[in-house]
């Protein structure tokens, strides 16, 4: 079976920019939560989706939006970006119900 | 690949041995805790979870403690392998929905064959 798939793998943008990061959920999975790894960290929470509905937010600037679609893929979008930006995106899909959360292998996104 | 385990604490053990990384959570309110292993160049990797109901769960070679008492979760490997090597990650939760992981640092496990 599929795993949670992200695309693109690596972009590149500069200072300004605008970005669009895609995920597909593990088939079933209804709930999409997606995180920023900095290098040398800990994932942290960006957004959850559930069910087409926003169902928490972490501590991002408004720059940051998401959205879940009829077929539960999600997209992360981030305006106007900074160098400060640039970080592993990571997409986790569950089915919910208290299951836990399954992770694709990430945007690495960076930012000149 | 990127290196994930840039400045975190290192833990180095024998192949075979049994390795033990502990973890201080944040919030006593978490209810559910989770442990990922994270390799270069890929997402994080589910190992094992456990509720706060509990304070012991086995699953394959692993077994994750949790001592509420002192906010202290712990994941234990068993006859570590080379392949064991990674990044390992716990996280808390609360709030009942498990979509909003809070981290840990995170620690490197290294395996020597």
């Known amino acids: 079976d599929a795993g949670v798939t992200q695309s693109p793998t690596h972009l590149i943008k500069t200072r300004g920019q605008h970005v669009t990061l895609r995920c597909s959920p593990i088939?079933?999975?209804?709930?999409v939560s997606w995180y920023q790894q900095v290098l040398g960290q800990g994932p942290q929470f960006i957004f959850q989706?559930?069910?087409?509905?926003?169902?928490g937010r972490g501590n991002f600037p408004d720059r940051f939006s998401a959205r879940q679609f009829p077929n539960y893929s999600s997209e992360l979008n981030v305006n106007a970006l900074l160098l400060g930006d640039s970080a592993l995106y990571l997409c986790?899909?569950?089915?919910?119900?208290?299951?836990?959360?399954?992770f694709g292998d990430g945007t690495r996104l960076s930012i000149l | 690949g990127e290196n994930v385990g840039l400045h975190l604490p290192t833990l180095s053990v024998q192949e075979g041995d049994n390795s033990i990384i502990n973890c201080a959570y944040s919030?006593?309110?978490?209810?559910?805790f989770i442990w990922y292993k994270q390799e270069s160049g890929k997402g994080p990797q589910f190992i094992i979870d456990?509720?706060?109901?509990?304070d012991k769960r086995q699953g394959q070679r692993v077994t994750v403690l949790l001592n509420k008492t002192v906010k202290h979760l712990s994941l234990q490997i068993a006859a570590t392998q080379p392949g064991d090597s990674a990044v390992y990650f716990c996280?808390?939760?609360?709030?009942?929905?498990?979509?909003?992981?809070?981290f840990g640092k995170g620690t490197k496990l290294s395996v020597k064959p």
């Open positions: 088939s079933g999975h209804k709930s």
């Open positions: 919030n006593s309110a978490s209810d559910y």
């Open positions: 456990i509720r706060s109901n509990m």
């Open positions: 986790a899909s569950s089915s919910g119900g208290g299951q836990p959360q399954h």
């Open positions: 996280a808390e939760n609360y709030g009942g929905s498990q979509g909003n992981l809070i």
């Open positions: 989706y559930y069910e087409k509905e926003e169902r």
